[in-house]
């Protein structure tokens, strides 16, 4: 196990639910990020928070809506995904958010009907 | 042209060889580079950061760096089977947010 969990493991939502993904890390970093990693695409980055404050939002539709408490804790709220959303969301932390190395959680496998 | 480029693959080779992965990429001033491993339904794992021109060796893996000409590649010695997955490259291109290759895919046969 390593040092960024991510709860749920798995997910099956459909259009109209609200959901949330859950990211944790342990290892004392300032900085966490989401990605989004759909089948023979590279990772996208969707978000980066820096000491709880957001430093990056790529573009990412209104429909994904994340929330830093804490250096510790990271949330991505969904709702009224498209199918298209469906992917696997994997939440990742560093030192700071300076180029430094990322450490990657296991990921929540996401699939919208 | 890609911020990151990777050859798809799949790389093929027998076990025990030696295989070569390779990454170009377009920012001259990106300053930090990583290797990561990603098996099949999991997450990217760290293989190896590299910083400096030159190699840097840690086990049965090689990183070699040459900003001049703007690519990094990763080499491994005496390939396994359980070396199979893909391999991503990512870098700093000159921000504080990393860019990922789409990654090559290793097979090694037994």
């Known amino acids: 196990e390593t040092g960024v969990t991510q709860t749920p493991r798995h997910l099956v939502m459909g259009m109209t639910n609200k959901k949330s993904l859950k990211c944790e890390q342990h290892l004392g970093h300032n900085a966490m990020y989401w990605y989004k990693q759909s089948a023979k695409k590279p990772l996208e980055l969707m978000f980066v928070y820096n000491f709880k404050e957001q430093t990056e939002n790529n573009s990412v539709p209104s429909r994904f809506s994340p929330e830093c408490p804490n250096s510790s804790h990271l949330f991505l709220h969904l709702h009224t995904l498209q199918p298209e959303d469906s992917a696997l969301y994997l939440c990742a932390s560093s030192q700071e958010a300076a180029g430094e190395t990322q450490y990657f959680g296991p990921g929540t496998r996401l699939l919208v009907l | 042209q890609k911020e990151v480029e990777q050859n798809s693959g799949p790389l093929s080779v027998p076990e025990g060889a030696i295989a070569s992965l390779n990454c170009t990429y377009s920012?001259?001033?990106?300053?930090?580079f990583f290797w990561y491993r990603q098996y099949s339904g999991k997450s990217p794992e760290l293989i190896m950061s590299?910083?400096?021109?030159g190699d840097k060796e840690d086990g049965r893996f090689t990183a070699q760096l040459n900003k001049a000409s703007q690519y990094v590649s990763l080499l491994i010695r005496d390939s396994q089977p359980s070396d199979s997955a893909t391999y991503l490259c990512a870098l700093n291109p000159s921000s504080y947010k990393l860019i990922f290759g789409s990654g090559t895919r290793l097979l090694v046969r037994p």
């Open positions: 920012d001259r001033g990106s300053q930090s």
């Open positions: 590299i910083y400096s021109n």
